[in-house]
C-alpha cells in the first residue's frame, strides 16, 4: 500500500524532474516516453488503491517528513488515503493519462513538447498533493502549485500577448481566493491549535456556539471560518465572482483547458469542502451561502455559454455552470453526490474539450464556430464522442450525467428550505440551458452549411489514433461511470463506501436515503427539461437557422448581457485594475516623491541636495575623506561623552 | 583549545582587505583572486562554524570575552546564537557573489572596490555577532563608510546624491541610537547586551530609550515613512551594492530591534506595538503599490523590498512565537531571494545597459536560462509554497492573526498585490517577444555565462532547501527566541486555543488604536 500510494502520487513529480531539469529536455521521444509512463504508473497504482477500497477499505495517513515546526505549529508532509482521496487520485490520474496521450497527437510543434509535458506533469502533481494533503498547509501546497502550473501552461505560447494577459489574470484571480484561504487556515490554527485535519475534525464541536467579534460585530465562528475558506474554493473553481479567469484561460493549448476543466484545477475547490465536510457540517449560514452562489454560477455561466461564439468558451462556461452543481449539492450536505457529479463530470467534460481539440486541430486552430459547420461527415468519429459527450453533460439516461446531475437536483427537493428549492428550480432550468447550448455547439460546428474557407475545408481530416484513443476510453467513461459507481456514490453502499472521509451531521444523515424516494416527476423533470433543451436547439439551429438572429436582435440588450458575459470583466476593469493602477502612479509620483520624500523628514531631503552640492568640488576618490572624517567625528563624539 | 571562530570571521577580511592595499593597483586580476579567494575563505570560515553550532543549546555560543576600554564598563565580547547564526553566514555567502558579480561590471579603481567589501563584510559580521553595546554601535557605523564608497564610487548618474541621503538617513538615525546606548549604560551600568537584556528599566525611561533604538531601526530595515533613501541608493548603487545592501544592510534594522528593543524594552514595545502594526501594514501596501507603479526594473524590487520587510517588523512585534520565528524567516529568505533579483537586474543591466523594463523585453527567447531564473526568484519573491518566501510569509500571518485579524488581513492583501506586480514585470521582460525581423536588428546577447551560473544555481538551491526542509534554518531561530524574552512576558495570557477567549487578542489593537498612532504624522506631510 505504501508503494501503491507513492506510486500514484510521486510518479508525475519524477517525471516532471526528469525531464524538466535532466537531460531528456532535448530528446524529446524519451521525454515523451518518460512523461507518459510516469503517468501510466500513477494511474496502475489508483486503481490498485480504488479495487482495495471495494474488498479492505483504508482510512490512514502516512507521514513522510517533518516540514516544520514553529511555536505551537507542526506540519509534516503526509499522504492521507481514504476513499475521498484515492476517488481523486483515479479521476486526476485517468484525466490527466489521457490528455498526456493526446497532446502527443494535437501539439504541433514538436521542440516544444518536453516543456509542454513536463508541466503537465508537474500540474498532476501538485493536484495529487493537494488531494492527499493531511493538513490544511500541505493542501494549500498543492493549491498554489495547482495555479502555478496553470500559469505557466496558460502562457504556455508566451510569444502570444494574449496568452500572457490570461496567464497572470488566472494567478492574480486565484490569489485573491488564496488570500482568503490563507487567512481561514490562520483562522483554524488560532481557534482549533492545529491545522491537522483529524485534530481538526476531533474538536469541530467546540464550534458551536462560538462566537468571535471583528470590526465591533459578533460573528459565528464557523460561518466565518467557513466562508473564508470558501473564498478559496471560488478563486479555484471559479465560481461567480471569482470566476472571470476561467473563460480567459481558453488562450492555453486545448489539452490544458481539458486537464484544467476535468480534473485538476476547477475541481479543487469542491473537493476541499468535500474534505473539510466536518467543519462545513457546523457553518449552517455558510452553507447556505455556498449553494446559492453555486445556483448563481450555474445559472449565469449557462446563459454565457449560450450566446459564445467560441467553441472552447460554451465548453469553459459549461464547466463554471456545471461547478455551481457541485456546489450546489455541497452546500445542501450532500458532498458524496457532489462527488460523484465531480466524477462522471471529469470524464465527460474531459472528452468534450478534447473532442473540441480535434475540431480545432482539423481546422488548423480555427476556434470560432461561426466559421465552422458542415464537419458531420468529414470528422464522423469526432461527430460520435461530442454526441456521447453532450448526452453524458445534459443528463440523459443511461449516460454518467443522468445519474449525478438528477441526484444534485432530487437533493434539492429533498431539502424543503428555501436554499434547496431555489436549487432545485435552478437546476431543472439550468438542465434545459444546458442542453440548449450543447446541442447549439453541435448543430453549429457540425450541422448546416460550411462555412470554413475552401483552403482550409479541403485538409480536414479526423485526429489520428494517438488522439482518437484518449477519446475512446473517456467516452467510456462517460457512458458508464455513472451506471457502475450509482450504488457507491449515492446509493446504499454509500456510507459505508466513503467512510468516515465525508462527514454529514446526524440530523442531515438520512437525507442520501430520501432522494431514491421522490416523485416521479421530480425524477424525471430535468430529463424533460433537457429534452426541451435539445429539440428546440434542433429547431433553432437546424431548422430555422435565421431564427437565432432574429431572437437576438429582438432582445439586443439581453443578447449583449450574455454576450458580454454579465459585463464583469468591464465591472473589474472599472471597480478594480484601472483605479488601482492610477493609485500606484498617484502614490509613487506624488505622494512617495513629494510628500514622504521632501516632506516628513523634515528638511533632509533638502540638506542631502545641499549637501551633494558641496560636494562637487569633491572629486570622488577623496569621498574616502569625507566619509572617514564624518565616522571620525562621530567616533570623537562617543570618547568625549565617555569621559 | 577551541579557535576563536568568530575574531577569525571578523578579523579575516579585515586583515585580508589591508593586505590588498599594498597590492599594485593595475594588478587588476590579482587583485580580484585575491579578493575572491579572501571572501571564500570566509566562507568556509562561516560553514565550519555552522558546522560546530550546536542545534540544541538555544545560547550564545562560542563566546570570547577581552577587557577593551580600561575604567570602562566596555568589552570585547563576540558570541553566536540561533538569531545571528544565519545573518553572518548570509554575509559570508553573499560576499564572494558579489565579487563574482562585480568581475567585468566594475570597471575602474577595482582595488578600492576589493578593500571596501573586504571591510564590509567584516564589519557586517561584526554588528551580528559583538555582545557589547558600544562595540555594536561602532559596527553598525562602520558598515555606512564602505557601504558609502561603493555607491559613491561605482554608482550610477546620481550616486553622490543617493550616497549622501543614504549616509545622512542612516547617521541620523543613529546618533539617536548612540544616544540611547550612552543612557542605557549610565542607568544600568554596563554596556554588556546580556546584562542590559535582563535589566528592568523604568516604565517612563524605556519609552524614550525605545523612541531612541527605533529612529535608527527603523530608517534601516527601512519602515515607511523613513524608506525614500532606499529606491535612490538602490537604483544608483552598482549591482554589488544593492545585494548587499538588500540581502545583510537591511537586516541589520530587524536585527537590532530583536536584540535591543524586544527584549530590553518590554513595556516599551508592548505600547509602541500599535505603531509598529499601523506602519507595518502600510509599508506592505504602499511599497506593493509603488513596485507596480515602476518603470525601472531596480526600483521595482527596492520598492518591493519595502512591502516585504513591512511583513518582517509587524511579525517582529507580533507577540508569539510564530510571528516572530516567522520575520525572522523572511529576512533571511528577503535576504537571499532579493540578493538573487538584484544580481538578475544586474545581469541584464551588463547586457542591455538599462534598467527600464520597457526597454527589455523578448528574454524568454534570447535568454532562455536567465528567464528561468528570473521566473523562479520572481515566484519565490511572491511567497509560492515549496519556496523560502512562504515560510516566513505564512508564519507571519499565522502570528499576526492570533494578536489581530484586522491586520492579518490588511497584510494578507500584500500577496495578491505581490503576485501583481512580479508576474507583470515578468510578463514585459520575459515573455513579451519582439518579432523576428526586430530581434536580428539588435545588438545579439549572450546567455548567462558559467560565472553567472555559479552564483544563482547556490541560491536556487538555498531557496528551495528553506521552502522545502525549514527545520534546518527555524530550529536554532526559535530556540533562541524562546529563550531569550524576546516575546512580551503578558503573551502567554493572550494565547488563545479556547474558543471563550477568541475575542481577547483583538483588544490589544482595537481599530480606534490602530488609526490613532498614524495620523500625527500624516498631518505633519499635509502640513508641509
Not at chain 1, 473564508?228 to 480567459?248: C, E, N, R, V, Y
Not at chain 1, 469526432?382 to 459527450?389: D, E, I, R, S
Not at chain 1, 448546416?448 to 484513443?469: C, Q, T, W, Y
Not at chain 2, 555567502?93 to 567585468?104: F, H
Request: include cysteine; charged fraction near 10%; hydrophobic fraction near 55%.
Amino acid at each position: 500500500m505504501t508503494t501503491l500510494s507513492l506510486l500514484a502520487v510521486f510518479s508525475p513529480f519524477v517525471a516532471c524532474l526528469m525531464v524538466g531539469f535532466g537531460a531528456l529536455y532535448t530528446r524529446r521521444r524519451l521525454a515523451v516516453a518518460v512523461t507518459i509512463a510516469g503517468m501510466v504508473a500513477a494511474t496502475v497504482a489508483s486503481y490498485v488503491l480504488f479495487l482495495q477500497q471495494f474488498t479492505a477499505p483504508i482510512e490512514t495517513t502516512m507521514p513522510l517528513l517533518q516540514w516544520f515546526h514553529v511555536g505551537d505549529f507542526t506540519l509534516n508532509w503526509a499522504l492521507r488515503l481514504d476513499t475521498l482521496s484515492i476517488v481523486m487520485f483515479c479521476v486526476v490520474n485517468t484525466v490527466s493519462l489521457m490528455v498526456h496521450v493526446y497532446s502527443v497527437g494535437y501539439m504541433h510543434h514538436p521542440e516544444e513538447l518536453p516543456r509542454f509535458m513536463s508541466y503537465l506533469s508537474l500540474f498532476t502533481f501538485a493536484m495529487l498533493m493537494l488531494v492527499s494533503a493531511d493538513n490544511l498547509v500541505q493542501l494549500f501546497f498543492g493549491w498554489e502549485g495547482v495555479g502555478l502550473a496553470s500559469y505557466l501552461l496558460i502562457g504556455f505560447w508566451f510569444q502570444r500577448d494574449s496568452a500572457n494577459k490570461a496567464a497572470i489574470k488566472a494567478f492574480v484571480v486565484n490569489r485573491v481566493g488564496d488570500v482568503g484561504f490563507a487567512l481561514g487556515i490562520c483562522f483554524v490554527f488560532a481557534f482549533f491549535g492545529t491545522v491537522q485535519f483529524s485534530e481538526i475534525f476531533a474538536q469541530v464541536e467546540t464550534l458551536d456556539g462560538a462566537k468571535t467579534t471583528f470590526l465591533g460585530i459578533e460573528w459565528a465562528v464557523a460561518d466565518v471560518m467557513a466562508m473564508l475558506l470558501f473564498i478559496g474554493a471560488m478563486g479555484k473553481s471559479a465560481q461567480l465572482g471569482l470566476h472571470t479567469w476561467l473563460p480567459d484561460a481558453m488562450e492555453g493549448p486545448t489539452p490544458v483547458s481539458a486537464l484544467i476543466h476535468a480534473a485538476t484545477m476547477v475541481t479543487a475547490g469542491v473537493f476541499m469542502v468535500c474534505r473539510l465536510s466536518p467543519l462545513f457540517e457546523q457553518a449552517d449560514v455558510a452553507r447556505d451561502i455556498i449553494t446559492y452562489i453555486g445556483a448563481a454560477t450555474a445559472l449565469f455561466a449557462a446563459t454565457a455559454a449560450l450566446v459564445q461564439n467560441d467553441i472552447k468558451r460554451v465548453i469553459a462556461y459549461s464547466t463554471c455552470s456545471q461547478l455551481g452543481y457541485m456546489f450546489m449539492a455541497a452546500g445542501l450536505s450532500f458532498y458524496s453526490v457532489s462527488i460523484f457529479h465531480l466524477t462522471t463530470h471529469a470524464f465527460f467534460k474531459a472528452l468534450l474539450f478534447l473532442s473540441a481539440g480535434s475540431v480545432i486541430h482539423a481546422l488548423q486552430d480555427e476556434q470560432d464556430m461561426r466559421k465552422m459547420g458542415g464537419l458531420r461527415s468529414m470528422i464522423p468519429l469526432t461527430y460520435f464522442m461530442m454526441w456521447v459527450g453532450s448526452l453524458a453533460l445534459a443528463g440523459f439516461p443511461p449516460f454518467a450525467g443522468f445519474y449525478s446531475k438528477d441526484a444534485i437536483i432530487e437533493a434539492g427537493y429533498v431539502v424543503s428550505n428555501l436554499p434547496g428549492t431555489v436549487g432545485f428550480y435552478t437546476g431543472i432550468f439550468v438542465a434545459f440551458l444546458t442542453a440548449l447550448y450543447s446541442w447549439r455547439l453541435i448543430y453549429m460546428t457540425f450541422h448546416g452549411d460550411v462555412r470554413a474557407s475552401e483552403k482550409v475545408f479541403s485538409h480536414v481530416n479526423d485526429a489520428p489514433l494517438v488522439m482518437i484513443i484518449p477519446l475512446m476510453v473517456l467516452a467510456f467513461g462517460a457512458v458508464l461511470s455513472g451506471v457502475l459507481l450509482a450504488d457507491y456514490f449515492i446509493g446504499e453502499s454509500s456510507h459505508a463506501f466513503f467512510g468516515s472521509s465525508l462527514f454529514v451531521a446526524a440530523e442531515r444523515a438520512d437525507l442520501l436515503e430520501r432522494i431514491h424516494h421522490v416523485p416521479k416527476w421530480v425524477k424525471w423533470s430535468p430529463v424533460v427539461a433537457s429534452a426541451l433543451g435539445l429539440i428546440i436547439a434542433y429547431m433553432l439551429y437546424a431548422r430555422k437557422t435565421t431564427m437565432p438572429q432574429r431572437i437576438a436582435t429582438q432582445f439586443r440588450p439581453i443578447y449583449l448581457f450574455f454576450l458580454n458575459k454579465w459585463y464583469f470583466d468591464e465591472l473589474y476593469d472599472a471597480v478594480f485594475v484601472k483605479p488601482m493602477k492610477q493609485f500606484a502612479k498617484w502614490i509613487w509620483q506624488v505622494f512617495d516623491t513629494k510628500i514622504v520624500d521632501e516632506g516628513i523628514p523634515g528638511t533632509s531631503s533638502k540638506t542631502v541636495a545641499l549637501a551633494s552640492r558641496l560636494s562637487v568640488y569633491i572629486q570622488t576618490g577623496k569621498l574616502y575623506h569625507y566619509a572617514f572624517a564624518m565616522v571620525g567625528g562621530v567616533l570623537l563624539l562617543v570618547f568625549l561623552l565617555l569621559q | 583549545m577551541d579557535w576563536p571562530i568568530l575574531s577569525l570571521l571578523i578579523g579575516f577580511p579585515l586583515v585580508g582587505g589591508l593586505l590588498l592595499m599594498v597590492l599594485p593597483s593595475n594588478e587588476d586580476r590579482l587583485i580580484k583572486i585575491s579578493t575572491l579567494w579572501i571572501s571564500s575563505v570566509n566562507l568556509l570560515l562561516g560553514a565550519w562554524m555552522w558546522w560546530r553550532f550546536d542545534t540544541s543549546n538555544p545560547g550564545l555560543q562560542f563566546v570570547e570575552r577581552m577587557p577593551w576600554i580600561p575604567n570602562t564598563p566596555i568589552e570585547y565580547s563576540v558570541g553566536v546564537d540561533g538569531i545571528s547564526l544565519f545573518f553572518i553566514l548570509l554575509a559570508c555567502v553573499l560576499t564572494p557573489i558579489c565579487v563574482l558579480a562585480s568581475w567585468n561590471s566594475i570597471k575602474e579603481k577595482w582595488k578600492s572596490f576589493g578593500v571596501a567589501f573586504l571591510l564590509l563584510e567584516a564589519s557586517m559580521i561584526g554588528t551580528f555577532s559583538v555582545q557589547d553595546s558600544i562595540l555594536f554601535y561602532l559596527f553598525f557605523e562602520a558598515v555606512l563608510i564602505p557601504m558609502f564608497m561603493i555607491i559613491g564610487i561605482w554608482g550610477g548618474k546620481n550616486r553622490v546624491y543617493a550616497a549622501y541621503k543614504f549616509f545622512l538617513y542612516t547617521l541620523i538615525g543613529s546618533v539617536l541610537m548612540l544616544i540611547a546606548i550612552i543612557v542605557m549604560w549610565q542607568v544600568a551600568g554596563t554596556t554588556d547586551i546580556q546584562k542590559l537584556q535582563n535589566f528592568e528599566f523604568d516604565e517612563n525611561l524605556q519609552i524614550w530609550l525605545w523612541l531612541g533604538f527605533f529612529a535608527s531601526f527603523a530608517v534601516k530595515t527601512p519602515m515607511w515613512p523613513v524608506h525614500t533613501w532606499l529606491p535612490d541608493a538602490h537604483v544608483q548603487a552598482p549591482t554589488a551594492g544593492s545585494v548587499i545592501l538588500a540581502g545583510v544592510l537591511l537586516k541589520m534594522g530587524g536585527y537590532g530591534f530583536i536584540r535591543f528593543s524586544l527584549p530590553m524594552l518590554p513595556e516599551a514595545s508592548e505600547f509602541f506595538t500599535p505603531l509598529i502594526y499601523a506602519l507595518s501594514a502600510i509599508a506592505v501596501v504602499y511599497g506593493s503599490f509603488c513596485a507596480l507603479a515602476q518603470d525601472d526594473f531596480k526600483k521595482l524590487v527596492a520598492y518591493s523590498s519595502v512591502a516585504h520587510m513591512g511583513f518582517v517588523t509587524i511579525g517582529l512585534f507580533g507577540g508569539n512565537t510564530e510571528a516572530v520565528t516567522g520575520a525572522v524567516y523572511q529576512m533571511i529568505s528577503h535576504g537571499v531571494v532579493s540578493a538573487a533579483l538584484f544580481l538578475c537586474v544586474g545581469a541584464i543591466y551588463d547586457r542591455r545597459h538599462t534598467r527600464q523594463i520597457n526597454e527589455i523585453d523578448s528574454l524568454g527567447k534570447v535568454m532562455p536560462r536567465y528567464a528561468r531564473y528570473l521566473v523562479f526568484f520572481s515566484l519565490a519573491s511572491i511567497g509560492l509554497p515549496g519556496t523560502s518566501g512562504f515560510i516566513g510569509e505564512f508564519l507571519v500571518l499565522i502570528g499576526v492573526w492570533k494578536s489581530s485579524p484586522l491586520f492579518a488581513i490588511l497584510i494578507a492583501s500584500g500577496m495578491v498585490l505581490g503576485a501583481v506586480y512580479m508576474l507583470y514585470l515578468v510578463q514585459r521582460v520575459v515573455f513579451k517577444t519582439a518579432n523576428n525581423a526586430e530581434l536580428a536588428n539588435r545588438r545579439p546577447i549572450t546567455d548567462l555565462s558559467l560565472r553567472e551560473i555559479a552564483y544563482f544555481v547556490p541560491l536556487i538551491w538555498v531557496t528551495l532547501w528553506m521552502g522545502i526542509f525549514p527545520s534546518t534554518f527555524s530550529k536554532p531561530v526559535e530556540q533562541s527566541i524562546a529563550s531569550e524574552q524576546i516575546i512580551a512576558k503578558q503573551i502567554t495570557a493572550e494565547q488563545i486555543t479556547a474558543p471563550e477567549q477568541i475575542t481577547a487578542p483583538e483588544q490589544i489593537t482595537a481599530p480606534e488604536q490602530i488609526t490613532a498612532p498614524p495620523a500625527p504624522s500624516l498631518q505633519l506631510t499635509t502640513t508641509e
